[in-house]
């Protein structure tokens, strides 16, 4: 049995990881040449634990082998970018998607699955399989033709979490969406192959949505935090302790404030269930505006602080979009470093333990790259973004004489209930 998975980014590369390491053949696809050559010497292109020493295994067997054009092979897995088409233009950019299915027609053949997995607006499986319908006119699809399709289609969303994809994969429950119940089937079997989690099937439209809502779940819980911690920095009250003993409920279970909402998938995901449904998504809608707005209250804090007398050093901890891993691209960190360098009389140092030196966008706007230690010594204000392990480690004496704006409440809060009396309960 033969397995083709196209797109070898931060989903595809390790699913043909796990398809190979359990016995299936892999035909990773990818359009970018780089990468194809890269991954044919058993190297990869993207950083996640444990996944180098996996693909340089599959390919040294023989188990896996990418190339630049779509292969014929018994299912094809779609896992392929799903962004919006700019900043200012939330509507899904669905051009890779139908791309892939594009050059994936011409080898399609009586008996084979397709799975799309990329994250996508609801319809996107029925819209992509009546391009294939329209390319491939010698085949029957189960839009048109239900049981008696030739090509079976599903919908199979990935919910995996940077840093634990390679267990996430094989341990998370997924939904399979089917454009037939012989689709669904299929599917089943293919994802029974390495997934110990259970499989619900359902309809391509509902398995769409329920990816769709995970993530929209998130932003609104996120952007629920957001606001209370505005509403605490206007009482004066802190909202890191507020939430805690709140969360002490065994019904509540508030997330954490932060400068804002990071990464490719929860800020860009509600705006596709907003898109489809813009009169009924209030909450959806307003979790986004607090969660994007956040960046410019993290600076209008930091102006509170500064003296407008004097020339003054900012210290910015933290660039990745979230803790204790090394991607900056979609951070709201990079963002603030970023609204911060248009200030006027400041020099600003920025720290990244998990880097080498600045992302692109902070390049040329006179912001400084330096280790975390030298950036909070040199500081008049410190400004702590991400909640990284490591800057939990900081001598608090580091910080004595610094003014603190602290967007994740390591050190504000947590710190400070350490040492806080707890009255233990009458059980403990
Ligand atoms: N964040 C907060 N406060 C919190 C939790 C997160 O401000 O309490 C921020 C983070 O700092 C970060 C952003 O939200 O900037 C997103 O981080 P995350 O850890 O919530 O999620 P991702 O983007 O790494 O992965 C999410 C996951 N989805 C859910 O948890 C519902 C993951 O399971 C999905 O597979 C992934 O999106 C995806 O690919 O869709």
């Known amino acids: 049995r033969t397995v083709s998975v196209i797109g070898m980014g931060y989903i595809g590369l390790p699913t043909c990881a796990i398809f190979a390491k359990s016995?299936?053949?892999?035909?990773?696809?990818?359009?970018?040449?780089?990468?194809?050559?890269?991954?044919?010497?058993?190297?990869?292109?993207?950083?996640?634990?444990?996944?180098?020493?996996?693909?340089?295994?599959m390919v040294e067997t023989g188990k896996l082998t990418a190339y630049t054009t779509p292969q014929?092979?018994?299912?094809?897995?779609?896992a392929v970018p799903t962004p919006f088409m700019s900043e200012h233009d939330h509507t899904p950019?669905?051009?890779?998607?139908?791309?892939?299915?594009?050059?994936?027609?011409?080898?399609?053949?009586r008996g084979d699955l397709v799975v799309l997995e990329s994250t996508s607006p609801v319809g996107t499986t029925r819209n992509m399989t009546m391009l294939l319908a329209e390319l491939r006119p010698d085949l029957r699809f189960p839009?048109?033709?239900?049981?008696?399709?030739?090509?079976?289609?599903?919908?199979?969303?990935?919910?995996?979490?940077?840093?634990?994809?390679?267990?996430?994969?094989?341990?998370?429950?997924?939904?399979?969406?089917?454009?037939?119940?012989?689709?669904a089937q299929r599917a089943v079997a293919l994802y029974t192959t390495?997934?110990?989690?259970?499989?619900?099937?359902?309809?391509?439209?509902?398995?769409?949505?329920?990816?769709?809502?995970?993530?929209?779940?998130?932003?609104?819980?996120?952007?629920?935090?957001?606001e209370l911690a505005a509403v605490c920095q206007q009482l004066g009250l802190n909202a890191w302790e507020?939430?805690?003993?709140?969360?002490?409920?065994?019904?509540?279970?508030?997330?954490?404030?932060?400068?804002?909402?990071?990464?490719?998938?929860i800020a860009v995901d509600p705006y596709f269930i907003i898109e489809a449904a813009p009169d009924s998504t209030h909450i959806m809608k307003a979790?986004?505006?607090?969660?994007?707005?956040?960046?410019?209250?993290?600076?209008?804090?930091?102006?509170?602080?500064?003296?407008?007398?004097?020339?003054?050093?900012?210290?910015?901890?933290?660039?990745?979009?979230?803790?204790?891993?090394?991607?900056?691209?979609?951070?709201?960190?990079?963002d603030v470093v970023r609204l911060l360098s248009e200030l006027r009389d400041v020099r600003i140092l920025a720290a990244e333990p998990h880097a080498k030196g600045l992302p692109k966008s902070l390049q040329g706007l006179g912001v400084e790259f330096t280790d975390p230690l030298t950036a909070i010594d040199k500081a008049d204000i410190v400004v702590l973004l991400v909640d990284h392990r490591h800057f939990n480690l900081i001598d608090p004496d580091a910080l004595k004489d610094k003014k603190l704006v602290d967007t994740r409440g390591l050190w504000t809060w947590r710190k400070a209930r350490r040492t806080d009396a707890r009255i233990e309960g009458r059980n403990s």
């Open 143 to 183: 839009h048109l033709h239900g049981e008696d399709a030739d090509v079976l289609v599903a919908y199979s969303p990935e919910r995996v979490l940077p840093g634990k994809v390679l267990t996430e994969l094989v341990d998370n429950d997924r939904s399979i969406g089917g454009l037939s119940k012989a689709s």
């Open 287 to 334: 979790a986004r505006q607090i969660n994007s707005d956040r960046p410019y209250s993290v600076v209008r804090d930091v102006e509170m602080l500064l003296d407008p007398n004097k020339h003054q050093t900012i210290a910015c901890l933290g660039l990745s979009f979230k803790a204790n891993i090394d991607d900056m691209r979609e951070s709201p960190a990079v």
């Open 194 to 226: 390495f997934v110990a989690g259970d499989l619900y099937i359902t309809s391509a439209e509902s398995a769409e949505l329920v990816k769709l809502t995970e993530n929209a779940f998130r932003d609104v819980n996120i952007g629920f935090a957001n």
């Open 72 to 78: 014929p092979a018994d299912a094809h897995i779609i």
């Open 23 to 57: 016995g299936i053949d892999v035909l990773g696809v990818d359009v970018n040449e780089d990468v194809v050559a890269k991954v044919n010497r058993g190297e990869i292109h993207i950083v996640e634990p444990e996944l180098d020493g996996l693909i340089q295994k």
């Open 242 to 265: 507020v939430i805690e003993l709140a969360n002490k409920h065994p019904r509540v279970n508030i997330l954490s404030p932060g400068p804002g909402v990071g990464g490719h998938c």
């Open 93 to 109: 950019d669905l051009s890779y998607v139908m791309a892939a299915a594009r050059s994936l027609a011409p080898v399609l053949k």
